[in-house]
């Protein structure tokens, strides 16, 4: 039986009708005492899953989050619902520390944020003896997780919660986690007890895109243009002077685009982000240190210009597109050099064997990903142990690629390697490979007498592009390596052996030979996100407007005031009264109060 009071704070105070999906049985457990461990994808409703408990618990909800920046806008969001909630981090003058511990002690907060560093000293863990908690909540609760994309050290310290309060409840949640992350979170987080609910991993609004990489910055420029012109979106890049010339890159042309990366000060970090969440159409250029935890609703794409070190990390990256649940973009270009580039990092990393093998594993993982001829959202989420059917929203879906029998190109390949190094001692780069398969007469093949070797020119039918597709998917299988050296030269493998003998077949994906960055595919049309009939869109847009401005009024991101799905709701239903008004989605008891009468002369 649920429970009528978490029903009640659902509506009254965050404007629902019922729960989605496992919210109603997660809250009814956490209000009833028990631990979980909750994975739930993001946009999927996760923070519902704490806070409708700590309203209904007596005390204090202490969320432990990584976000120091984001604590701001998660607190503002809160108290436009009513909701009496606070933070306490290093941002703050220590005159409204002071009063926010006070608050806690009183018994006057509903929720309190705080970062894992912060709770873990000895000042916060007193104050929280000194106060009654309903519950503690534990936020990206996969940075525990040493084999995680995120791991953050301080996270370990979180155990000690349960010996010090061990009658309060706990309910770590996440985005990402295959099985064994979720045993390591269990573990980790002494959640032995815990009950564990897993939802779908499945987007379905997030339509995925993987593309050669062929001067890549153009490409992202063509996304943005040909189908996100004006929108909100992330795009993330490995290293933080890529980040930088990104960033320059797209403000030159016309984006606005800001960078975000740890080389930057806390300062201008903050006011970028910042600025992300509260204007529209803003770019942000990022490494990974950005967006976990993303509110904003409204991003629409995700671009990845070089390749992810895990399907964890792009599943969770990519996750902060599309919240809203309408359409959106994951996208991400690829190519020889990635592939190149991660082994050698895997190779150069510090760590022992085991420690290389798992970088290794979950690379393969993400490779397979790129280059499989299956369905995309298939490949993803059969990762996190899922199955589903075809998509019917991916680009292998939409354009099918081509398979065709490599076997014989792999042999050429594979043999021009092995006479370098067995006729020559040398090593070469796929640069070099490429130029002798296909017979080019450069300075260096005739300098090394490259010329008179029997595998000079035997790959002249296919072009430079197919060669590379062919090298890199050796390379993503394992038929190649890479030097550990860090000459970036290759060598055979144990598996190359069986295709030099004929023993193994291989059918490779073809590559596109299209050279137009701009081709206009049916993968590359953009879908109207609010889908409105045209005599609901001047509403719609004024309410937009209206909604702008009270937010800049606030100080609060627009989507703090009311999400676009809300006011298409609006746009469409056209509520007559408060009380019409009050049974639209995401209209709650306080913004009823506080917008009512605005919202209903707009619709006049």
């Given at each position: 039986m649920s429970d009528p009071r978490a029903q009640d704070v659902l509506q009254r105070v965050?404007?629902?009708?019922?729960?989605?999906g496992d919210q109603q049985a997660i809250v009814d457990h956490v209000i009833a005492g028990g631990d979980a461990l909750v994975l739930m994808p993001t946009g999927g409703g996760k923070s519902l899953c704490y806070q409708v408990p700590a309203l209904v618990r007596q005390g204090t909800g202490i969320v432990v989050s990584p976000l120091i920046a984001l604590m701001q806008d998660q607190v503002d969001a809160l108290t436009e619902l009513g909701v009496r909630a606070a933070f306490?981090?290093?941002?703050?003058d220590w005159r409204v520390a002071r009063e926010v511990e006070q608050a806690f002690i009183d018994g006057e907060l509903d929720l309190l944020y705080v970062a894992p560093e912060r709770l873990l000293t000895d000042r916060c863990l007193q104050l929280l003896e000194r106060g009654r908690i309903a519950l503690f909540a534990i936020d990206e609760a996969h940075c525990v997780s040493q084999w995680g994309h995120d791991f953050r050290p301080e996270y370990l310290g979180l155990s000690m919660l349960h010996e010090r309060w061990p009658e309060v409840p706990r309910i770590a949640l996440t985005a990402t986690a295959t099985a064994a992350t979720r045993v390591e979170i269990a573990q980790r987080l002494a959640l032995d007890q815990a009950e564990h609910f897993v939802a779908s991993f499945d987007r379905p609004n997030i339509r995925y895109r993987i593309v050669e990489k062929n001067e890549v910055r153009r490409q992202l420029l063509d996304l943005i243009r040909s189908e996100h012109e004006g929108d909100s979106g992330v795009v993330y890049c490995l290293s933080r002077?890529?980040?930088e010339e990104t960033a320059d890159f797209l403000c030159q042309n016309g984006i606005s685009a800001l960078p975000?990366?740890?080389?930057?000060?806390?300062?201008?970090?903050?006011?970028?982000?910042?600025?992300?969440?509260?204007?529209?159409?803003?770019?942000?250029v990022a490494t990974i240190a950005f967006g976990m935890g993303i509110d904003k609703p409204d991003v629409r794409f995700v671009a990845h210009i070089d390749l992810p070190k895990s399907v964890e990390g792009y599943y969770q990256e990519t996750g902060r597109a599309g919240r809203d649940g309408l359409p959106a973009t994951a996208w991400l270009a690829y190519g020889l050099q990635d592939v190149v580039q991660q082994r050698r990092m895997i190779d150069e990393s510090q760590g022992d064997e085991a420690?290389?093998?798992?970088?290794?594993?979950?690379?393969?993982?993400?490779?397979?990903?790129?280059?499989?001829?299956?369905?995309?959202?298939?490949?993803?989420?059969?990762?996190?142990?899922?199955?589903?059917?075809?998509?019917?929203?991916?680009?292998?879906?939409?354009?099918?690629?081509?398979?065709?029998?490599?076997?014989?190109?792999?042999?050429?390949?594979?043999?021009?390697v092995y006479r370098l190094w067995k006729e020559r001692g040398q090593r070469y780069g796929a640069g070099h490979i490429i130029d002798i398969l296909r017979g080019k007469s450069t300075d260096r093949t005739r300098q090394h007498g490259h010329e008179t070797l029997s595998v000079f020119g035997v790959g002249a039918d296919l072009s430079d592009n197919a060669w590379r597709g062919v090298l890199r998917q050796l390379l993503a299988q394992g038929l190649l390596t890479v030097d550990n050296e860090g000459f970036g030269t290759l060598a055979l493998t144990e598996g190359s052996r069986a295709v030099l003998k004929g023993e193994r077949q291989l059918m490779l994906r073809r590559e596109s030979e299209k050279k137009p960055r701009g081709s206009k595919s049916s993968t590359r049309t953009r879908a109207p996100v609010i889908d409105l009939p045209p005599e609901a869109m001047p509403l719609f847009n004024a309410l937009r407007n209206w909604r702008g401005e009270v937010a800049k009024n606030h100080g609060v991101p627009a989507y703090v005031i009311f999400h676009?799905?809300?006011?298409?709701?609006?746009?469409l239903a056209k509520p007559a009264s408060l009380e019409d008004l009050g049974h639209i989605s995401g209209v709650g008891v306080r913004k009823l109060e506080a917008y009512g009468d605005d919202i209903l002369r707009l619709v006049e």
């Open positions: 965050f404007g629902y009708e019922s729960f989605r306490l981090n290093s941002t703050q002077a890529r980040v975000y990366h740890a080389g930057l000060s806390t300062a201008v970090r903050a006011a970028n982000q910042s600025r992300f969440l509260r204007e529209d159409g803003i770019v942000m420690y290389r093998r798992r970088l290794g594993q979950q690379l393969d993982a993400m490779l397979g990903l790129c280059e499989t001829v299956e369905c995309r959202r298939v490949r993803l989420l059969a990762y996190f142990g899922q199955t589903i059917t075809a998509c019917g929203n991916c680009d292998v879906c939409l354009e099918p690629p081509q398979a065709w029998d490599g076997t014989v190109a792999a042999q050429k390949v594979l043999s021009a676009d799905a809300t006011l298409r709701e609006i746009a």
